[in-house]
């Protein structure tokens, strides 16, 4: 890896820790690093409204023992373009102008509208260079929900459902009204994971009726997603565990089958990632209009129902990017190709 490689790796993985909080700004990391290779400071940006990663660098540096003058002789890496408007906070150019630096290394340019270019175009127009489209695919990759909401105009979709290894996602009929387990429990904690990772989460109304599912992050540490509920008829009872008080609802009142305006109510309302949960229309829906970006199966192996709900058919656009074994379970990954 070159020089500039390996800063804006760091700056990514400092970036990663504010997955699952900064929502709706992107994952954003920052390294100021001197002439002599020494880093000066480090930052990244954890929630909206808290200062931005290029601030925080700033910040521990000074409180290093660094001032303006070592920032002359430095160079800030930031796997985003720094921003150039007035949002809850400053513009971070402003600030990476006003502190002194000559040299501005960015990963990849931001899409959102009062950025896309403009960071830039101010730190060029005050004399600091700028080397941009540094690891640029990996700068995208990980902020593939920020992009996808502000280029597509949609969120970032990832179905996932959990399959018995005869190939049904529920039995035919059930004595109460919750789930099923068909993974283990090492395949639930990582589902709470990915539930603490994403902006929202959404099911049918009839799964919320079979199930009473809670949707939450019960099993890992991190912030409820938005519950989605689809009710056409806006009827469903209040006694229901998605109407608690762990998390903020929102109400669609779409059939399942509506995918695309779904998704269009989803970017209306500034959701940027949503996990859908079920059931098996609701999943078939999204997969037959082609709205998703990643597809998370769980395959319970030791599970057979016999009979039942079958689970949704893979489209043929479906990339294998990934499979794991979680005990005897086994999780695979595709993308959209």
Request: net charge neutral; hydrophobic share 35%.
């Amino acid at each position: 890896m070159t020089t500039h490689e390996i800063y804006i790796q760091r700056c990514l993985q400092l970036a990663l820790n504010g997955l699952g909080t900064t929502y709706p700004n992107p994952l954003v990391g920052s390294v100021i690093v001197n002439d002599e290779g020494k880093i000066l400071g480090e930052g990244f940006h954890l929630k909206s409204g808290k200062p931005h990663a290029e601030v925080n660098a700033i910040a521990d540096a000074e409180k290093n023992g660094f001032s303006s003058e070592d920032f002359r002789k430095a160079t800030i890496y930031v796997n985003l373009e720094p921003c150039s408007h007035h949002g809850k906070t400053p513009p971070c150019a402003s600030l990476i102008i006003e502190k002194g630096f000559k040299n501005v290394v960015v990963g990849t340019l931001d899409p959102h509208e009062k950025v896309a270019g403009k960071g830039v175009d101010l730190l060029l127009n005050a004399g600091i260079k700028v080397t941009a489209g540094i690891l640029e695919a990996d700068c995208n990759e990980l902020n593939k929900r920020f992009f996808t909401y502000h280029k597509k105009r949609r969120p970032f979709i990832i179905l996932k459902w959990a399959e018995t290894a005869d190939g049904f996602i529920a039995p035919k009929q059930k004595d109460e009204k919750k789930p099923v387990w068909i993974t283990n429990p090492y395949s639930r904690q990582l589902v709470h994971k990915m539930r603490a990772q994403e902006q929202s989460i959404l099911i049918g109304a009839q799964t919320a009726m079979d199930d009473n599912p809670s949707l939450t992050v019960r099993d890992w540490h991190g912030d409820n997603p938005i519950r989605i509920i689809l009710d056409a008829k806006n009827n469903l009872p209040e006694n229901l565990k998605v109407f608690d008080n762990n998390a903020v609802v929102q109400i669609l009142q779409r059939a399942s089958s509506e995918s695309d305006l779904i998704v269009e109510d989803l970017y209306n309302l500034g959701i940027q990632s949503v996990i859908v949960e079920g059931g098996a229309k609701t999943l078939q829906g999204f997969i037959d209009h082609d709205l998703w970006d990643e597809i998370h199966q769980f395959m319970g192996t030791e599970v057979y129902f016999k009979t039942g709900l079958t689970a949704p058919k893979l489209p043929s656009s479906a990339y294998l990017k990934s499979r794991q074994m979680m005990k005897n379970d086994v999780l695979k990954t595709f993308v959209n190709s």
